[in-house]
């Protein structure tokens, strides 16, 4: 079965300053992989989205992720944090057999400080 | 990406009575879900709504509680039933196209609470 574990639950950055969201997953097939950010009051957005092709994934505002196999990781980074980051993020993956159904994990609230 | 809208954005409503929400797509999709996200929560798929079929839920959730309907392929209904004070949570609906390596699209959600 698949699963994600968001490694921390809140990470707080000073503006300008690199951001990394760390997610592991766990999975039995080569898995498609998901990042949602949720702004307070508002529905969830894509990020980005990892399918089996490049390994260094590049989202909107300036995410990435990249899949690392052997560590089972699928981390969110930034090289700046801009006020506007501040959101809940969630790392997600796809149930496999094409049913397009998602397992969310916990969460990630990242705090960004002037 | 589809464009999804979601009635009402929020509501305060009494124990015991049931509320209807409405998404709508401006595109024909292959899949509908509805998720609950409970305060300071992450999501959990509440069922799959099939057109022109019974929704498939999942562990946890009944029909009878959270009753769905999805008569086209741009529209779906979630109703809370009897609602407690537990029900409070932002519903969310969302879209996709049956293949996992697509992502799923997201309403804004509706904000419920329950007095």
Known sequence: AQSVTQLDSHVSV???TPVLLRCNYSSSYSPSLFWYVQH??????LLL???SAATLVKGINGFEAEFKK???SFHLTKPSA???DAAEYFCVVAVSGGYNKLIFGAGTRLAVHP | SAVISQKPSRDICQRGTSLTIQCQVDSQVTMMFWYRQQPGQSLTLIATANQGSEATYESGFVIDKFPISRPNLTFSTLTVSNMSPEDS???LCSVGQGNSNQPQHFGDGTRLSIL
């Open chain 1, 14 to 16: 000073s503006e300008g």
């Open chain 1, 40 to 45: 307070p009051n508002k529905g969830l957005q």
């Open chain 1, 49 to 51: 989205k990892y399918t």
């Open chain 1, 70 to 72: 052997s560590e089972t």
């Open chain 1, 82 to 84: 801009h006020m506007s």
């Open chain 2, 89 to 91: 949570s932002i519903y």
